[in-house]
């Protein structure tokens, strides 16, 4: 037996849990008539792009979209979902959007919603959520008549730490703080009942496995996989200045969610990242228990 410790061969099951791979004609099954509601950054942003090739085998829409995302046409457009970003640190704090008003909105753009299990919100990010986050979501889902529905809290990620040149690292004490902010998080989404991933104790052991960007807090990207990469680029140029996103995906400032845009189906992108895979993978076994 080899005595090397190569992360790229360790399957992750936490202390006590297991969490089965749902096969995907089972999961296609299990996403039948439920939407699914993303708000966060951009890791965030990368469980839901893994779910959607999960659940599609393919990913013909992407985009490193910032604003309100929705999309249609996912599991033969049995199954809807949207996406918010945030926060938005790089505007101005009297325009930059609460929290309150980014869940809002993306409620909004959601609707109909129905307020049980067939509605999931998954809500997180790499270092901003905390506690008072969790408390804002139970009012606005009572407010908005949806108490009932499936809260998937991503608890916070080990990123931003490494000394490397041109970004901004933790020190020790930093890290051990972050630590008990991400326990007092998972206690407090615990007792409202919702379900929570810890990525923090999946990105703390491997922080070596970055998909270095300019945020140093990915373990995903997504790679383009057709051949006619000329023919596409020339499409994401243009949509990037039309303010769209792709076939079934319109962005919050350009049209109405029922339009798309035909892009060539021969375009394809590939969510790659093994620890961004665990986490989607024990998202998607929340989301179906059963199977």
């Given at each position: ?61 992407w985009g490193k979209a910032h604003d309100t995302l929705v999309y249609r046409n996912l599991n033969a457009q049995r199954t809807g979902v949207s996406y918010s970003y ?20 993306l409620i909004s753009r959601s609707r109909p919603l129905l307020n049980s299990y067939q509605t999931v919100l998954v809500v997180g990010g790499v270092q901003w959520l ?162």
């Open positions: 037996m080899s005595r090397t410790c190569d992360w790229r061969d360790v399957a992750w099951q936490p202390r006590g849990c297991f969490h089965p791979v749902v096969e995907r004609q089972l999961l296609q099954d299990c996403l039948a008539d439920r939407k699914l509601l993303f708000l966060g950054d951009s890791t965030n942003r990368g469980m839901m792009f893994f779910l959607m090739e999960r659940v599609n085998s393919s990913l013909e829409d945030y926060p938005q640190f790089w505007l101005e704090k009297p325009r930059r959007p609460s929290f309150r008003q980014a869940l809002l909105q905390n506690t008072n986050h969790l408390r804002t979501v139970k009012e606005v889902l009572h407010s908005e008549a949806l108490a009932e529905i499936l809260v998937v809290v991503k608890a916070l990620g080990m990123g931003f730490h490494l000394p490397v040149d041109g970004i901004r690292s933790l020190g020790l004490a930093e890290i051990q703080e972050l630590n008990a902010e991400n326990l007092r998080i998972i206690q407090a989404a615990e007792q409202e009942g919702y379900e929570v991933i810890d990525t923090f104790s999946i990105t703390m052991g491997r922080y070596k496995e970055f998909l270095q960007g300019r945020c140093a807090c990915h373990f995903h990207e997504v790679k383009f996989t057709s051949f006619q990469r000329s023919n596409r680029t020339t499409s994401i140029n243009t949509r990037t200045r039309t303010k769209r996103t792709g076939t079934g995906l319109i962005s919050q400032s350009s049209k109405s969610d029922t339009e798309q845009e035909a892009w060539p189906k021969s375009s394809s992108y590939h969510v790659r990242g093994a620890v961004n895979q665990v986490y989607s993978e024990i998202l998607l076994s929340r989301l179906c228990p059963k199977i």
